[in-house]
């Protein structure tokens, strides 16, 4: 059998950076659209 | 005798952070557990050594990219320039931004296995190239739409671009059988049986619900978003 695992460990690492930096991503633009919004509807509540 | 009314509090109200999406987290559990599946629990290929485990992310990656994110895209674009509808478009921005992150996968991974394989890291053929030029169309999609801030416009000008993503993926799907191309033919999404042992199709199967379910659970976080980002906009518009 082939000695090739880092290739494998290499995809496996990046896939988890990738895709968890992707949902960090999506939380904190979340979080700044929704400290955003929540401004405009005071501005707008008064 | 009625209490005095509490008076106002000093500092601003404090931003509730959005709560985990019980979707997402499932579908981010399920991920982990198909990489430790077929990381510790799945025998390597005699042949191809650890690096056929590739396989476990790649192809669930590319499908979800390709049939469900860019298959998204295409309906909710061509519905939208029928039905104007803005949470058409919406789901079309968050399934091309998701199917971005997962064609990112794909690239990546696929010159990873490539390597070992077939002793390059990319060649030039219809079927990468193609996929490649896909993640380009997808990128300019995002480009687009953060360019344009008349929200009709930035609609209609990204439901065109996301009619043409769509276009692409019978093309790359088919290419493997078009053109003489090194990358493998289909294993598992073919019309006959898979050509797989029973341990690693199990494996696979796994990776792809689990896949999957990942894309569901980010589609629907990245869906809040814009849905929180167009009432943003509606109320900034108004000012």
């Not at chain 1, 968890?20 to 979080?31: L, M, N, P």
């Not at chain 2, 993503?165 to 019978?170: H, K, Y």
């Amino acid at each position: 059998m082939p000695d090739n695992a880092i290739y494998f460990e290499l995809a496996y690492a990046a896939t988890a950076i990738v895709l968890g930096g992707y949902i960090v991503s999506i939380f904190w633009r979340a979080r700044a659209i929704r400290a955003r919004l929540l401004a405009e509807r005071s501005v707008e509540g008064r | 005798m009625t209490s005095p009314a509490k008076p106002a509090p000093l500092t601003a109200p404090r931003i509730r952070t959005p709560a985990l999406d019980p979707l997402l987290t499932l579908g981010v559990v399920a991920f982990i557990a198909a990489l430790v599946r077929a990381a510790f629990f799945t025998p390597p290929d005699a042949a191809q050594g650890m690096a056929q485990k590739i396989l476990y992310i790649h192809a669930p990656s590319a499908f979800t990219a390709l049939y469900l994110a860019c298959g998204l895209v295409f309906i909710c674009s061509g519905l939208w320039l029928w039905l104007k509808d803005e949470r058409l478009d919406r789901m079309a921005d968050a399934s091309a931004e998701v199917g971005l992150a997962f064609m990112t996968v794909v690239l990546i991974t696929g010159p990873l296995w490539g390597r070992p394989i077939w002793g390059a890291f990319w060649t030039w053929d219809a079927k990468l190239t193609s996929s490649l030029f896909l993640w380009f169309v997808l990128l300019g999609y995002q480009i687009l739409r953060g360019a344009v801030e008349e929200p009709q416009a930035r609609a209609r000008f990204s439901a065109v671009l996301g009619i043409l993503a769509g276009c692409l993926v019978p093309f790359i799907h088919l290419s493997v059988y078009l053109f003489r191309t090194l990358h493998p033919m289909p294993v598992v999404l073919k019309p006959s049986a898979p050509s797989m042992p029973n341990e690693m199709l199990v494996s696979f199967v796994f990776s792809m619900s689990a896949i999957t379910l990942l894309f569901a659970g980010l589609l629907r976080a990245r869906y809040r978003l814009a849905t929180d980002r167009a009432e943003l906009e509606h109320l900034e518009a108004r000012r």
